[in-house]
């Protein structure tokens, strides 16, 4: 049969991961050990006082009903707490929080907010594939601002051309940065405010990486430079800090106008997170942070076997401040999908291609610190016995 599809899906990549998985599970079933460093899925559990609340949560018929659309009122106030004692900015629950089915959800129900067709939104390139997607599900035309390690990973404003600008109505930012594992200042978010009030630019910051951070480095949040209330809404995510990627829970917070604009468009497709789990996620963000120092220093140390031992094989890869990725740059002479491949092929490496998440990305590839140390140990001296 012959059915054929909406334009709009034929417009999109393919989701880059599924090939990812299909190659791997090929080679594994070769019968090779492989260690898979592709997708940035946390490997260890969700802390058990979280699960044991959601546990109590969900025999609680109450849980059981449609819940509120923005979120419970509960958990807005504890994503205003939680940010206010992290980032020293005081939000309002009501207007300036809503809760998400995951960031990725919001991330990517927020153009069909404010994206007409024919809008340019400027989208970081290598970059999480959602941003781009989502902009031409919903008409709109991205644009992709090159990430280039001559400028430290950050997009360099005054390049975007002119008449791109004219049609641009938002700037995409992601800070900590996947797939470069690179880090922002308030500086350069301060340079950001300033180009999105001359250009009338509203500016959508991915901070799904603000806590796992290394070397007692605390990555900043964009609201809290001045001016960046009246143009920002800025993503969070219980997924990475919490090891909850299975459970679906975040927030945006932010101007309340944005909040207000994706909240119109998730009540006319969603029905909320499941009470039950924000229940959980309240549990997460008002008990010991513990856990997430204990999962900084877990990642820490696997970021320095990984790092130190690929720079003992002459690697030019940098030791990344934050994020539990490795952004590798490619042997001299040899493309990402070639080196992916042979990492695959020859050493039973899952890595993810640099290209993969945009053209700039071609010569690097993302690795995962989502194995342990010996297997991370194990990793390199398979790489040494390749010879790059
Ligand atoms: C993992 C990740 C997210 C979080 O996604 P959730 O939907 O909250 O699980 C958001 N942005 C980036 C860049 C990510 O890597």
């Known amino acids: 049969m012959g059915f054929a599809k909406a334009e709009r899906l034929n417009k999109l990549p393919p989701y880059l991961f599924k090939e990812i998985d299909r190659l791997r599970d090929e080679v594994r079933a070769r019968g090779v050990d492989i260690i898979d460093l592709g997708v940035g899925d946390p490997d260890l559990p969700t802390p058990q006082h979280i699960i044991t609340k959601l546990q109590e949560a969900a025999e609680d018929p109450a849980t059981h009903r449609y819940p509120a659309y923005s979120g419970m009122n509960r958990f807005r106030d504890a994503a205003a707490g939680w940010f206010e004692r992290r980032f020293g900015l005081k939000l309002d629950p009501a207007k300036e929080i809503i809760t998400l089915i995951g960031s990725k959800e919001g991330l990517a129900h927020f153009p069909f907010a404010f994206i007409n067709p024919g809008d340019v939104m400027l989208c970081p390139s290598p970059a999480y594939p959602v941003y781009n997607s989502s902009t031409i599900m919903a008409g709109g035309e991205p644009y992709h601002m090159p990430l280039l390690k001559e400028n430290g990973f950050l997009p360099d404003l005054e390049a975007i051309p002119a008449g791109v600008l004219k049609k641009a109505k938002v700037l995409l930012i992601n800070y900590p940065n996947n797939p470069t594992a690179t880090v922002a200042d308030v500086d350069y978010y301060a340079q950001v405010v300033a180009f999105a009030q001359k250009h009338g630019l509203m500016v959508v910051s991915d901070a799904a990486y603000t806590e796992m951070a290394y070397d ?173």
């Open 216 to 388: 007692g480095f605390k990555p900043p949040s964009f609201l809290t430079v001045p001016g960046a209330m009246e143009v920002g809404i800025e993503f969070h995510s219980l997924s990475k800090t919490y090891n909850m990627t299975g459970w679906r829970l975040g927030f945006a917070v932010g101007n309340a106008e944005l909040v207000a604009g994706l909240g119109q468009v998730k009540s006319q497709i969603d029905s909320g997170a499941f009470d039950a789990v924000q229940i959980a996620g309240i549990a997460a963000l008002e008990g010991d942070q513990k856990c997430v120092a204990d999962m900084c220093a877990l990642y820490q140390e696997r970021r320095d076997v990984l790092v130190k031992g690929l720079q003992d094989l002459g690697m030019a890869v940098e030791m990344p401040r934050a994020t539990f990725y490795v952004w590798c740059p490619c042997p001299k002479g040899i493309s990402s999908a070639e080196f992916t491949k042979r990492l695959l092929n020859e050493c039973g490496i899952v890595s993810t291609p640099g290209n993969g998440f945009g053209e700039p990305g071609e010569g690097f590839v993302r690795l995962a610190l989502t194995v342990d140390k010996s297997r991370l140990a194990e990793a390199v001296d398979r790489l040494a016995k390749l010879g790059f």
